[in-house]
């Protein structure tokens, strides 16, 4: 089972970036799938979940709005399209199955600064 992320980045607030989980060793369509981030070293955050075998997806009320979460079968990948980016977003993001956070990725960090 591995994760991978990517789709990081510098950007300025009110940008938009597209981060990309790809799956191997799994079908992300068969689990819930989160997406968490961590900021300077504290805690993870939770961000947003989609449901296993559907498009039902819940967020966070600081993102509500802002990001979508989705899930390609065929890639095998999970994705969170993040637009309207505050400074409070940066930090690095991280997907797992919701129920094994300990599956996460490496990660991939998100700045958002003018």
């Known amino acids: 089972v591995q994760l991978v992320e990517s789709g990081g980045g510098l950007v300025q607030p009110g940008g938009s970036l597209r981060l990309a989980c790809v799956a191997s060793?799994?079908?992300?369509?068969?689990?819930?799938m989160t997406w968490v981030r961590q900021a300077r070293g504290n805690r993870f955050d939770w961000v947003a979940t989609?449901?296993?075998?559907?498009?039902?997806?819940a967020y966070a009320d600081s993102v509500k709005g802002r990001f979508t979460i989705t899930r390609d079968d065929v890639e095998n990948t999970v994705y969170l399209q993040m637009t309207r980016l505050k400074p409070d977003d940066s930090g690095v993001y991280y997907c797992?199955?919701?129920?094994?956070?300990?599956?996460r990725g490496q990660g991939t960090q998100v700045t958002v600064s003018s």
């Open positions: 797992h199955p919701k129920f094994d956070p300990a599956r």
């Open positions: 060793g799994f079908q992300v369509r068969g689990v819930d």
């Open positions: 989609i449901a296993s075998g559907s498009d039902d997806s």
